[in-house]
């Protein structure tokens, strides 16, 4: 929200029976008295403000100085003592006090995301340095929050109006939640707060600082890039028509069906999303529906599958297909290198063995593991514990049930120890909850189940992703400084401080942390909101995941556009998506148009001209870095069109591109493939269930040895 509108000034209110404060004929005229209070103004008229009442009294000094935390006590003891109905009519006592803002200062500029009313706040400061704030709403409960708070900081130091926290507003009986128009209090409280950081900056002559780049999508359809890394995920986002007649020809004329990961490079995104319309066996997705889709392509007719992803995505696609029966339908990888992943190789170390063999001597045990890894370190840590896998969106759900469904177990979680620590932390947050909250989460858990389960859970603390890994204090703390009062999105895999500054954000309707799948519902969420109100509005997104979501948000933001019919007949509404990175982060490489098929990756590389945050290399950082994961890069546009038109492989040149069945066996004699299925297989019956099945419990209780009776 841009914040650079000159502020109008609204006036301390004191806390009387009733609330009595002055109201200026000029809002933005600052009081010869700071923080004294004197008349009220008409509860529902949108005209202007009569002219203010004679004073009834003059605040005492401690009110004067009493800080803002100090007022809010004093507004929440006078809140306690009134009958719930009483408190609405105080609340529109309140909202009568606030002064109007002016038709000029009601503008998308200086609204307050999240809302569920349209509410707009200012401020500037005044000669001593004082921060004032003016606000509105065209709701009288939100504008009577707004007074309240308005009441509280207007005209305390900025470092007083940094001092309050969203919890001071737990007195008032303020419970945050999506939808609740309780948020107000929270994210007006958040804007004032931005407002105060930006005075202490302009105090101490600190230049504000490069904004994020971002992508901006208006109402029809049209994406304006602000920064170079932005432009570079941009510029395939209209693809060439030439390029997607090229592929959807050789798909449609040998049966090709194609599954991609979110995080795929934008121009094959951009490419795949245009050909989709013309051939439906194109998916892009997170990992785990991956699989899916390749099975429906091949009920579909499908005699190939492309596969766009790392290499346990191939892996997965294959086992699945042979699990249902489609073992003649090809799959292929993109590159004849092998496409890693920084998850999957720390859950195939020697150090993750050591610590499934510390979970294999404690018992009853459970190891959930993270489905982004492959089917043979799958197979290998289920014959070591009785093993679940389990997804971003699903883990949490996985976990709580395993130890409400099995007595003093012991869950082992791994690899991605961001997303444990970030586990670890979501249930010392739910131990503090209240019993009907915590309910809500999981029906068969209460504060003491979830204290008790605390110190029976164990995450592997060696293992994460390089591109979540670049979501650490830097980043935060340029996000607390002028990204606030934005949505905050985050995937469960980033450090702690993105993940608490998230989970935040979502107490107050603001934020979500999960699965990519996830992410991209959130933001489509919150654009029907606005949608459905059909007022001007900016909302501004901070993308907490691998910048090659873009081309799938884009394609959903536009979708949603046009489902509401004409931008001529609608608000003026638009969507920002902030990259949390260096606002020029990209590199150059060297073109080389004589690419023979089948060299490697480095050459599939170097086909992309302008490649997002290779600057610094893997786990980047706001200097420089990125949020793109270079193994995801691997898979070119020029290999897919080489694959596609090489088929079928008479000559056998795509051996080293096809995704082979793992024929080897366990230590236990069994075939990988189907041993490290079975993890997968517990996933969907507890994902149709909500249960853990009956083997895997036995298994958990006894040991892999046995099976229930």
């Given at each position: 929200?841009?914040?650079?509108?000159?502020?109008?000034?609204?006036?301390f209110?004191?806390?009387?029976?009733?609330?009595?404060?002055?109201?200026?004929?000029?809002?933005?005229?600052?009081?010869?008295?700071p923080?004294?209070s004197?008349?009220?103004?008409?509860?529902?008229?949108?005209?202007?403000?009569?002219?203010?009442?004679p004073?009834?009294r003059?605040?005492?000094d401690?009110?004067?100085v009493?800080?803002?935390?100090?007022r809010l006590r004093?507004?929440?003891?006078e809140?306690?003592?009134?009958s719930?109905?009483?408190?609405?009519?105080r609340?529109?006592?309140?909202?009568?006090?606030?002064?109007r803002?002016?038709?000029?200062?009601?503008?998308?500029?200086?609204?307050?995301?999240?809302?569920?009313?349209?509410?707009?706040?200012?401020?500037?400061c005044?000669?001593?340095?004082?921060?004032?704030?003016?606000?509105?709403?065209d709701?009288?409960?939100?504008?009577?929050?707004?007074?309240?708070?308005?009441?509280?900081l207007?005209?305390?130091p900025?470092?007083?109006?940094?001092?309050?926290?969203?919890?001071?507003?737990?007195?008032?009986?303020?419970?945050?939640?999506?939808?609740?128009?309780?948020?107000?209090?929270?994210?007006?409280l958040?804007?004032?707060?931005?407002?105060?950081?930006?005075?202490?900056?302009?105090?101490e002559?600190?230049p504000?600082?490069?904004?994020?780049p971002?992508?901006?999508?208006?109402?029809?359809?049209?994406?304006?890039?602000?920064?170079?890394?932005?432009?570079?995920?941009?510029?395939?986002?209209?693809?060439d028509?030439?390029?997607?007649?090229?592929?959807v020809n050789?798909?449609?004329?040998?049966?090709?069906?194609?599954?991609?990961?979110?995080?795929?490079d934008?121009?094959?995104q951009g490419?795949?999303?245009g050909?989709?319309?013309q051939?439906?066996?194109?998916h892009?997705?997170?990992?785990l529906?991956?699989?899916?889709s390749?099975?429906?392509m091949?009920?579909?007719?499908?005699?190939y599958?492309?596969?766009?992803?790392v290499?346990?995505?191939?892996?997965?696609?294959?086992?699945?297909?042979?699990?249902a029966g489609?073992n003649k339908?090809?799959?292929?990888?993109?590159?004849?290198?092998?496409?890693?992943?920084?998850?999957?190789?720390?859950?195939?170390?020697s150090?993750?063995?050591q610590?499934?063999?510390?979970?294999?001597r404690?018992?009853?045990s459970?190891?959930?593991?993270?489905?982004?890894?492959?089917?043979?370190?799958?197979?290998?840590?289920?014959?070591?514990?009785p093993?679940?896998?389990?997804t971003s969106?699903?883990?949490v759900?996985?976990?709580?049930?395993?130890f409400?469904?099995?007595?003093?177990?012991n869950?082992?979680?791994?690899?991605?120890?961001?997303m444990?620590?970030?586990?670890?932390?979501?249930f010392?947050?739910?131990?503090?909850?209240s019993?009907?909250?915590?309910?809500?989460?999981?029906?068969?858990h209460?504060?003491?189940?979830?204290?008790?389960?605390?110190?029976?859970l164990?995450?592997y603390?060696?293992?994460?992703?390089?591109?979540?890994?670049?979501?650490?204090?830097?980043?935060?703390?340029?996000i607390?400084?002028?990204?606030?009062?934005?949505?905050?999105t985050?995937?469960?895999e980033?450090?702690?401080?993105?993940?608490?500054l998230?989970?935040?954000?979502?107490?107050?309707?603001?934020?979500?942390?999960?699965?990519t799948?996830?992410i991209?519902?959130?933001?489509?969420?919150?654009?029907n909101?606005?949608?459905?109100?059909?007022?001007?509005?900016?909302?501004?997104?901070?993308l907490?995941?691998?910048?090659?979501?873009?081309?799938?948000?884009?394609?959903?933001?536009?979708?949603?556009?046009?489902?509401?019919g004409s931008?001529?007949d609608?608000?003026?509404?638009?969507?920002?998506?902030?990259?949390?990175?260096?606002?020029?982060?990209?590199?150059?490489?060297?073109?080389?148009?004589?690419h023979?098929?089948?060299?490697?990756?480095?050459?599939?590389?170097?086909?992309?001209?302008?490649?997002?945050?290779?600057?610094?290399?893997?786990?980047?950082?706001?200097?420089?870095?990125?949020?793109?994961?270079?193994?995801?890069?691997?898979?070119?546009?020029?290999?897919?069109?080489?694959?596609?038109?090489?088929?079928?492989?008479?000559?056998n040149?795509?051996?080293?591109?096809?995704?082979?069945?793992?024929n080897?066996?366990?230590?236990?004699?069994?075939?990988?493939?189907?041993?490290?299925?079975?993890?997968i297989?517990?996933?969907?019956?507890?994902?149709?269930?909500?249960r853990?099945p009956?083997?895997?419990?036995?298994?958990?209780?006894?040991?892999?040895?046995?099976e229930?009776?």
């Amino acid at each position: 929200m841009d914040t650079s509108t000159p502020a109008a000034v609204a006036s301390f209110v004191t806390l009387a029976k009733t609330p009595n404060l002055l109201l200026p004929s000029n809002p933005f005229r600052c009081l010869t008295r700071p923080r004294a209070s004197l008349a009220v103004c008409c509860a529902n008229s949108h005209a202007s403000p009569p002219p203010p009442s004679p004073l009834p009294r003059v605040a005492s000094d401690e009110e004067e100085v009493a800080p803002p935390r100090l007022r809010l006590r004093r507004i929440a003891e006078e809140f306690r003592a009134l009958s719930e109905a009483d408190r609405a009519h105080r609340l529109l006592a309140y909202a009568a006090a606030l002064p109007r803002l002016t038709e000029a200062d009601r503008v998308a500029a200086n609204r307050v995301m999240g809302c569920v009313a349209q509410v707009w706040l200012l401020g500037r400061c005044d000669g001593a340095g004082n921060i004032l704030f003016a606000a509105d709403s065209d709701s009288e409960l939100s504008r009577g929050y707004c007074s309240c708070l308005v009441s509280a900081l207007d005209g305390a130091p900025p470092e007083e109006v940094l001092d309050v926290d969203t919890a001071d507003l737990a007195p008032l009986g303020v419970a945050a939640g999506a939808r609740s128009r309780a948020n107000t209090w929270h994210n007006v409280l958040v804007g004032m707060k931005k407002l105060a950081r930006a005075a202490i900056a302009a105090r101490e002559g600190r230049p504000r600082g490069e904004p994020f780049p971002s992508l901006l999508i208006g109402r029809d359809g049209a994406v304006r890039a602000q920064g170079s890394y932005a432009e570079a995920q941009a510029m395939f986002l209209s693809p060439d028509h030439s390029k997607i007649a090229e592929l959807v020809n050789t798909l449609m004329e040998k049966k090709i069906g194609i599954v991609a990961h979110f995080y795929m490079d934008p121009e094959v995104q951009g490419i795949l999303t245009g050909a989709k319309r013309q051939w439906p066996h194109i998916h892009i997705s997170d990992s785990l529906v991956m699989a899916d889709s390749a099975v429906q392509m091949a009920e579909a007719g499908c005699k190939y599958i492309a596969v766009l992803g790392v290499d346990f995505m191939s892996e997965n696609v294959r086992a699945i297909l042979d699990q249902a029966g489609f073992n003649k339908v090809d799959v292929y990888r993109m590159s004849s290198e092998q496409i890693g992943c920084s998850l999957a190789d720390a859950a195939s170390s020697s150090a993750y063995t050591q610590f499934l063999k510390a979970a294999s001597r404690s018992s009853p045990s459970l190891h959930v593991i993270y489905i982004n890894t492959s089917l043979e370190t799958k197979a290998r840590t289920h014959e070591l514990v009785p093993t679940i896998t389990c997804t971003s969106s699903n883990v949490v759900a996985t976990i709580l049930q395993a130890f409400s469904q099995i007595p003093d177990l012991n869950v082992w979680y791994g690899p991605d120890s961001y997303m444990g620590a970030n586990i670890a932390d979501l249930f010392k947050r739910m131990a503090i909850m209240s019993d009907e909250e915590i309910s809500e989460i999981h029906p068969d858990h209460n504060r003491e189940t979830i204290s008790s389960l605390l110190p029976r859970l164990h995450y592997y603390q060696n293992g994460n992703c390089i591109v979540h890994d670049m979501f650490g204090h830097e980043v935060v703390e340029k996000i607390k400084e002028e990204y606030s009062d934005a949505f905050l999105t985050a995937h469960f895999e980033v450090p702690g401080e993105m993940f608490s500054l998230s989970m935040e954000a979502k107490t107050r309707g603001m934020g979500v942390v999960g699965s990519t799948q996830n992410i991209l519902d959130f933001i489509k969420n919150h654009l029907n909101l606005a949608l459905d109100r059909n007022v001007d509005d900016h909302l501004q997104f901070v993308l907490g995941t691998e910048s090659g979501m873009i081309t799938s948000i884009v394609a959903a933001v536009r979708k949603l556009f046009d489902s509401y019919g004409s931008s001529e007949d609608g608000a003026n509404i638009e969507v920002e998506i902030v990259f949390p990175v260096s606002r020029d982060s990209v590199s150059k490489t060297s073109v080389d148009d004589s690419h023979d098929f089948g060299s490697s990756v480095t050459n599939d590389l170097e086909q992309i001209t302008i490649v997002p945050g290779v600057v610094s290399g893997e786990g980047c950082s706001i200097h420089g870095g990125c949020a793109s994961c270079p193994y995801m890069k691997m898979n070119s546009l020029r290999s897919l069109l080489n694959v596609c038109q090489q088929l079928p492989d008479e000559d056998n040149i795509l051996s080293v591109y096809q995704a082979s069945r793992l024929n080897a066996k366990t230590s236990h004699g069994k075939l990988v493939a189907e041993v490290g299925c079975e993890p997968i297989l517990h996933m969907r019956h507890f994902q149709a269930t909500k249960r853990l099945p009956d083997k895997l419990v036995y298994q958990a209780i006894h040991g892999n040895g046995g099976e229930p009776s």
